[in-house]
């Protein structure tokens, strides 16, 4: 069974720009979230999807920051204008279960350089 | 006052040493405790889930939860430099979860 994919691995852009980060969750897993973990701090929520919907974007750092799980499948994490501070790995997880019941699996995250 | 608070190390141990690795957390409300380890470069591996107090096992690791002293720890037993990776602890308690800042270990052959 394939884990969490997240794409692409890396990107350098400048600050200004935008960029996109997607995440494939585990088929069948209802759960996405996203997460970040920026230099030196510890990994921190950002938002959760439950299908298609948003049950949480507390963790959402700014409204530069917009994420989408259209039809429920894969999420996209769009960063627009990015800011230096946004620098950092994105990581997505997915679960089966609502809530904590079942463990988040996590991807191998996408490293964001801001220039 | 962070929620969780971990050991960032570098913590550095022989080979086939046991391993101390804790984490202690400050709400009460949380009622899952994970420990992932994370290789360079990788994501999040889960090694270890329990939602009770207490000690669960699997292979040389050990989880151990306290839950009067909210105070969580990961035992690994034979070390081997194969462990040698950041360790997170993670508490949950509705949905999402929150992070130690993780405790980078190194196992010398």
């Known amino acids: 069974e394939a884990g969490v994919t997240q794409f692409p691995s890396h990107s350098v852009i400048e600050k200004g720009q935008t960029v996109t980060l997607r995440c494939d969750p585990i088929?069948?897993?209802?759960?996405l979230y996203w997460y970040r973990r920026v230099m030196g701090k510890e990994i921190k929520f950002l938002l959760h999807?439950?299908?298609?919907?948003?049950?949480?974007e507390s963790g959402m750092p700014n409204n530069r920051f917009l994420a989408e799980r259209t039809g429920g499948t894969y999420s996209t994490l769009k960063v627009q204008p990015a800011e230096l501070e946004d620098s950092g790995v994105y990581f997505c997880?997915?679960?089966?279960?609502?809530?904590?019941?079942?463990?988040?699996?996590f991807g191998p995250g996408t490293r964001l350089l801001v220039l | 006052q962070k929620e969780v608070e971990q050991d960032p190390g570098p913590l550095s141990v022989p080979e086939g040493a046991i391993v101390s690795l804790n984490c202690t957390y400050s709400?009460?409300?949380?009622?899952?405790f994970m420990w992932y380890r994370q290789y360079s470069r990788k994501g999040p591996e889960l090694l270890m889930y329990?939602?009770?107090?207490g000690n669960k096992e699997d292979g040389r690791f050990t989880a151990q939860v306290d839950k009067s002293s909210k105070y969580i720890s990961l035992f690994i037993r034979d070390s081997q430099p194969s462990d040698s990776a950041t360790y997170l602890c993670?508490?949950?308690?509705?949905?999402?979860?929150?992070f130690g800042t993780g405790t980078r270990l190194k196992v010398l052959a």
């Open positions: 997880a997915s679960s089966q279960a609502p809530g904590s019941e079942e463990t988040q699996y």
């Open positions: 088929s069948g897993h209802d759960n």
């Open positions: 999807f439950v299908k298609e919907s948003k049950q949480d």
């Open positions: 709400n009460s409300a949380f009622q899952y």
């Open positions: 329990t939602y009770s107090s």
């Open positions: 993670a508490i949950g308690g509705t949905y999402k979860y929150i």
